[in-house]
């Protein structure tokens, strides 16, 4: 019971409204249980079938069906054409995607984790990101970068970085964060469909975690705005503000805060740029707290940037306290299970966080 | 002077592709005479021969037409009163064999030259020259600011490579563009107004030197070896349309040594793209010299698996063969090719470098003088009569207007305007707050 409510929250007030819709035939939600992994196969098998130009290039893409299963049943479906294995040459093939892109192609660049994306980090920023600037608006670069970012379990330092305030730093870039299912597919056919250099980054450890997904969302040409961010769970007392997988662990700990009369607001960034500050002020101006959730390191990273905003925007005069930055410990990942434990944000952390917070 | 002589020896043997080996001065001047000889054109009844035209194969409506009119039969050089009287309406000459790499032929050694083709040539390299000595000369009054790369000495490059292709064919190169922007299709004006950052500029001052782009043509990269991939990816594309299309992907002698090219080279020569890699070898990476950047100088072969010319960059006619040759190699579905064309810049690396810390002035003025390619032309012009001095100046003049009105409209054009400072970010996107300087500084951009 417990986990149907908890999945009805976190599909947010959608599926509540299709059940009510669908009454006549049964009473229970309408969605179905989806997995992030399917959900973004699902976003590729549709937009691949919808647009011919666009493709998908990465290693292991194809016959592997994916390092992370992602595209699988993808290559035997659309060919070697649409769907290109591609040596591991990060820089050379980031390159190539790019350059097809400005020629009219419309790719999908798998980065097989995007601590792998460092080798071609030139090619993205550089060659996708800042080029409809310089040509003043002549060339466009539609483009699509995905992989899984951030910690995973147990692949210790080089594979654990979490990459969204390098890519959100720069003018030029789209950078999107999904945390579940719907967000998965909805923002990744937008990002397909987006005309600029999108930064898409997923996690590994979510891949395999089903949620509920409405009836809307099966549509296929159901789309997620990138650059608008979603109330998860409404709150009076305190807003927690999130992307990717800490969306589930701020959701954790709201309902266990809710036990003690702690009503938090959580709200699922969606997207890292361009933000939608709007919406974390008018839930500040709301709450009058705030904390922020991620689990790349504090500095410089997404949290630092909510900060320097809420400071610069009219919500900081609602601050009944200083923000809180809830992050991963700063520095680079361990192995062992306990220390790598550690080294990320609990629902412990966050519970102590919003107590402190709330000076409670 | 044994010294020097040594310098130019070395020089000329880097140019002519042959041997370096010590030499007297005496063997030196032989080699120099011999050399001599090959440029310039042999006398003019030795040259004309009877050939069937070649296939008209391309066509550039705005440069160059390989088209002929010359009628077959014997007798054909006799020409018949058109506009201007006695002038040869084709001629052939003899260019040098171009060395090969996993290739049983190379381009043909003989290659036909049509007056007005010739004479388009020498109005497109003479336009690039001057139109890069005026840059200089607004670099030099501080009307140009930050990087300037200046391609003079090189333009029989861009010159045959376009004369090669079409225009519905692609091409990419790096910083040092400002030629191959013309040739694609830019007018002078809207570079130099570029180089000086005005609105009317071809990228509205928001680009400078290096990133300029026009249809086909994608830059101007400033990231040293960033553009093979990016080249590559443009041929991809071509492949995955199926239009039959091809894309030249220019890169430097520095480059080469640049990892992400061998990357390339690799996912190209699988695939089989329609890739036209072209190493522009002359002969200095900035202030490096090759000798001095890469364990091997055979940059036409360093692609390995890929077949690899190396090609006299310092005479049109061969560039536009040996690059003809090329794009048949890649159209016929035989996958990516190397080429290499050996030239030279008369520049430095670029306006703040003076050129002659690494390399000596005498060895600038040999090439200048032996080897100038728009000289080569023209002499080629002249001494087989297909047009005559007066006309040559006729067209200089004509170029120096262009060059002069361009130049003034790009000291007069206006800066862009303030408003435009944020715009195009993005694609495609209803109009974005962008954080100024201070949280009071709110600005926009449009698409």
Same mark, same amino acid.
């Given at each position: ?42 976003? =590729?098998?549709? @937009? ?5 130009? %666009? ?35 990060? =820089? ?106 999108? %930064?898409?980054? @997923?996690? @590994? ?71 939608? %500050? ?83 | ?16 592709? !042959? ?84 290739? &049983? ?45 200046? $391609? ?36 002078? !004006? ?8 005005? !609105? ?79 190493? &522009? ?17 055979? $940059? ?43 030239? $030279? ?12 810390? $690494? ?89």
């Amino acid at each position: 019971m417990a986990t149907s409510l908890r999945c009805f929250l976190r599909s947010g007030k959608k599926a509540v409204l299709v059940a009510g819709r669908r009454g006549f035939q049964r009473s229970a939600p309408a969605g179905v249980q989806v997995t992030v992994r399917d959900a973004l196969n699902q976003a =590729m098998d549709e @937009e691949l079938e919808r647009d011919e130009r %666009v493709f998908l290039m990465g290693e292991e893409v194809a016959q592997y069906d994916g390092a992370y299963k992602v595209s699988r049943g993808l290559w035997k479906k659309y060919g070697d054409k649409r769907v290109i294995d591609t040596p591991i040459s990060e =820089m050379g093939f980031a390159g190539i995607a790019v350059g097809s892109a400005m020629a009219g192609l419309r790719p999908i660049c798998e980065f097989m984790t995007f601590n792998f994306s460092m080798q071609a980090i030139d090619q993205v920023i550089n060659s996708a990101a800042k080029t409809y600037y310089m040509s003043a608006g002549l060339q466009a670069v539609p483009i699509v970068f995905r992989g899984p970012n951030g910690a995973s379990a147990g692949v210790a330092a080089q594979h654990s970085q979490c990459f969204a305030a390098w890519y959100a730093h720069c003018p030029g870039l789209k950078v999107v964060s999904p945390w579940n299912s719907e967000d998965a597919k909805g923002l990744l056919k937008s990002a397909i469909r987006d005309d600029n250099p999108v %930064v898409f980054l @997923e996690n @590994e450890l979510m891949y395999g975690v089903p949620f509920e997904m409405t009836e809307e969302s099966q549509s296929k040409d159901f789309t997620v705005p990138i650059g608008k961010a979603k109330i998860e769970r409404p709150g009076n007392h305190i807003t927690l503000v999130s992307h990717s997988r800490f969306v589930g662990h701020c959701l954790d700990a709201a309902a266990v805060l809710a036990k003690e009369g702690i009503e938090c607001e959580v709200i699922n960034l969606r997207t890292i740029r361009p933000m939608d %500050v709007e919406s974390i002020e008018a839930s500040v101006m709301k709450t009058n707290h705030l904390v922020t959730v991620e689990g790349g390191w504090p500095q410089f990273g997404v949290g630092a940037e909510i900060c320097a905003r809420i400071m610069e925007g009219p919500a900081f005069n609602y601050l009944d306290s200083p923000v809180t930055r809830v992050t991963g410990v700063d520095i680079p990942m361990p192995y062992a299970k306990t220390l790598e434990e550690n080294s990320l944000p609990q629902v412990k952390d966050i519970i102590f966080s919003v107590k402190k917070t709330l000076n409670v | 002077m044994k010294t020097m002589l040594a310098i130019i020896s070395k020089a000329l043997c880097r140019i002519t592709g !042959k041997n370096v080996a010590a030499q007297s001065p005496s063997e030196l001047l032989i080699d120099l005479s011999e050399y001599v000889s090959v440029t310039a054109p042999p006398p003019a009844s030795a040259q004309a021969r009877h050939r069937p035209p070649e296939p008209a194969a391309v066509s550039s409506e705005r440069l160059v037409s390989t088209r002929t009119d010359r009628p077959d039969g014997p007798g054909a050089r006799v020409v018949v009163a058109r506009k201007f009287a006695d002038f040869t309406p084709q001629a052939t000459f003899d260019i040098k064999k171009c060395d090969l790499h996993r290739l &049983e032929a190379g381009p043909p050694v003989r290659a036909e030259l049509t007056r007005e083709q010739g004479l388009q040539f020498y109005r497109t390299m003479q336009t690039v020259r001057r139109m890069e000595l005026k840059a200089d000369q607004l670099y030099k009054q501080k009307i140009i600011r930050g990087f300037c790369h200046l $391609y003079d000495g090189q333009e029989a490059c861009a010159a045959g490579i376009e004369a090669a292709i079409t225009p519905s064919d692609h091409l990419i190169t790096a910083y040092r563009a400002h030629g191959y922007t013309y040739t694609r299709g830019v007018s002078v !004006k809207q570079i130099l107004a570029e180089l000086t950052g005005r !609105k009317g500029g071809v990228a509205k001052g928001k680009g400078g030197s290096m990133h300029m782009y026009a249809p086909h043509f994608y830059g101007g990269n400033g990231i040293v070896g960033a553009q093979v991939p990016l080249g590559a990816g443009i041929a991809l594309a071509c492949q995955y349309q199926g239009n039959n299309q091809v894309c030249v992907t220019l890169y430097g002698d520095g480059a080469a040594n640049q990892g992400q090219i061998f990357e390339t080279f690799n996912m190209a020569a699988l695939w089989k793209l329609p890739c036209i890699f072209i190493c &522009e070898n002359n002969q200095y990476g900035m202030g490096t010299s090759v000798e001095r950047a890469a364990a091997s100088t055979d $940059y036409y072969k360093r692609g390995d698996f890929i077949p690899g010319l190396r090609v006299d960059g310092m005479d049109v006619l061969c560039v536009r063969e040996a690059a003809k040759f090329a794009a048949d190699h890649c159209r016929a579905g035989k996958g990516p090719i190397v080429m290499e064309l050996q030239t $030279y810049r008369y520049h430095g690396h670029s306006m703040s470098d003076p050129g002659v810390s $690494y390399r000596t002035r005498e060895e600038i003025q040999e090439v200048r003088s032996k080897n100038d390619p728009i000289s080569m032309l023209k002499e080629r012009m002249l001494s087989s009569k297909m047009a005559s001095a007066e006309e040559f100046k006729e067209i200089d003049t004509e170029i120096r207007k262009e060059v002069d009105d361009a130049a003034q409209f790009s000291t007069s054009d206006p800066e862009p305007p303030l408003e435009d400072l944020c715009n195009h970010v993005f694609c495609s996107d209803p109009p974005l707050d962008v954080r100024g300087v201070h949280p009071w500084s709110r600005l926009k951009s449009v698409s």
